[in-house]
């Protein structure tokens, strides 16, 4: 694996621009955390000028930027704390002025792309700097908003559904929290590919969301969701449900996410008493099954190894930002990125968006995303 140091870092703020150049303002907003394991605040900083545009830079008019929560223990892992951390990475926008030796766009090109964990750019910024190896160009059909919010959510699904394992006709996925940005994705493409689909609610509104969820194609009446298993008032149980609709069988894939690692574990949220148990998504799962799971620190004790070897059953962990932290597969990456905007071209996706926001409401939105209390994915436009 290729480290940090390969990947093309932008230069932000680093050098100035000529005597000679008209000074032009602009605002970007910043995470700042005084203190490991502090809250982070967040405010807007003036910055006069862009550096000048470096021979791989695309220079880009930021139309819309989606919000997403800023992971600062790992930011810390990589060695990549900041004073001032920048908000704000999956962003669309227009092409102002390119670098000498860019190849992939030219001035007017409409683009999409989320900035590198180590860019020092903010994406809540009206123009900004961007390595042309993290673009691609953005469909005219797709509105900024939805290309915005929708491509991290998109590379998840693609990490988890086709690159940890592989979804294919005739498979069963079993995907939690499916009215989340991110389940509502993966259910998508799931189904998109053949596979059947069930999915957890937590909470009527949830349930019926699910419900409505149909193909793009007219005259289809099917759900894209099988079974919608709600969870709200803690009665069903999700093992039990799945084996039912499976015929016994178990599940081919589970994306998770979160799970109670302990039967005693501190419930002090009503949403951890709504995650099933490692036990019950061992249960589950069918023979050669693949558990995704989005818990960092899942731990597995010796009965359950041995439950997942009886099965020929694998666990692996949902790390979107692997194609970020390293830059060996980025053609496999720009392809992934591409394929998300012709989906969302072709309404295979539809994302689960909230109303756009204005700049000078990102900061009470993004105070919302870190605290994980967003259940639509929050998109600024300009």
Partial sequence: MVGLGAVPVLAGGRR???????????????????SPGEEITFVFQERENLPPTRDNDVKV?????????????????????????????????????VGRKVTFFQPDDEVVGILPLDSEESGLCEVILVHEHYLVRKPEKVCWVEAAGTVRDGVRAYTALHYLSQVSPGKTVLVMDGASPFGTIAIQLAQHRGAKVISTAYSLEDKQYLERLRPPVEGIRQPLVARVIDVSNGKIDVAESCLEETGGLGVDIVLDAGVKLYSAEDESTSKSQLLPHKHDIITLLGVGGHWITTEKNLQLDPPDS????????????????????S???????????????????????????????????AKVSMEIVQKNQARKRQVIQF
């Avoid at 070897?309 to 962990?317: D, E, N, P, Q, Y």
Wanted: proline share 4%; glycine share 6%.
């Fill in 61 to 97: 008019q930021v139309r819309a930027c989606a919000l997403s929560w800023i992971d600062t223990k790992l930011l810390s892992e990589i060695k990549l704390e900041k004073e001032l951390l920048p908000v704000g990475r999956e962003i669309s926008g227009v092409v102002l002025e």
């Fill in 16 to 34: 100035g621009g000529s005597a000679a150049e008209v000074t032009v303002t602009m605002r970007a907003l910043y995470g700042q955390q005084n």
């Fill in 306 to 325: 041995h439950s997942l070897f009886l099965k020929g059953a694998t666990v692996s962990f949902l790390n979107d930002e692997i194609w970020n932290l």
């Fill in 327 to 361: 830059n060996v597969q980025q053609g496999k990456y720009l392809s992934i990125l591409e394929d998300i905007m012709k989906k969302l071209s072709s309404s295979i996706f539809r994302p689960q968006l909230d109303e756009p926001i204005p700049l000078y409401e």
